[in-house]
């Protein structure tokens, strides 16, 4: 800790269209803060994508919040199913299944996942951009056999 009480021992800020830009699973992914940054307390990543699902998953390490910031959501986590717009903001506890739909798309959400690390995980299967953009079909296929397993190593679980 430093002498503000402080695990981050520099601060730091980014621009709107500033951050490691990826694509990744279908999607654009802008890492805005890692683990290193925050001092082990975050990754914040900002996620733009069209319609589609994610498969149902769990993260055992870190708990995971979504900010809707343009679009329409269908969450579910755990039990619960959340319709959710702009503005709105999404909480799921760490060891609890779930995914989501974009149901009105492009959908752009800021992950905050805490603690910090996910930016290992997300950088493992995706690759980098500097196209600010979704990728097209075709661009930056996922590796869906590697997945499961690399997964497995940040503590993740694809339950789908």
Request: aromatic share 8%; charged share 25%; glycine share 12%.
């Amino acid at each position: 800790m430093n002498k503000n009480g402080s695990v981050a021992d520099v601060a730091f800020a980014l621009g709107a269209e500033e951050g490691e830009a990826r694509w990744w699973m279908g999607s654009l992914a802008v890492i805005k803060a890692t683990a290193a940054q925050t001092g082990g307390q975050f990754t914040l990543v900002e996620v733009t994508e069209n319609e589609g699902e994610t498969p149902l998953h769990v993260h055992h390490r870190e708990d995971e919040t979504f900010i809707v910031l343009q679009g329409e959501v269908e969450f579910e986590v755990g039990e619960k199913s959340i319709v959710a717009g702009p503005g709105a903001v999404v909480f799921g506890p760490r060891s609890v299944p779930h995914r989501y739909v974009v149901r009105r798309g492009p959908a752009k959400m800021l992950f905050l996942l805490t603690p910090g690390g996910f930016e290992g995980l997300l950088r493992e299967t995706s690759e980098p951009t500097t196209a600010l953009r979704i990728p097209g079909q075709g661009e930056a296929e996922p590796d869906f056999e590697a997945l499961p397993a690399i997964a497995e190593r940040y503590d993740c679980e694809l339950l789908a």
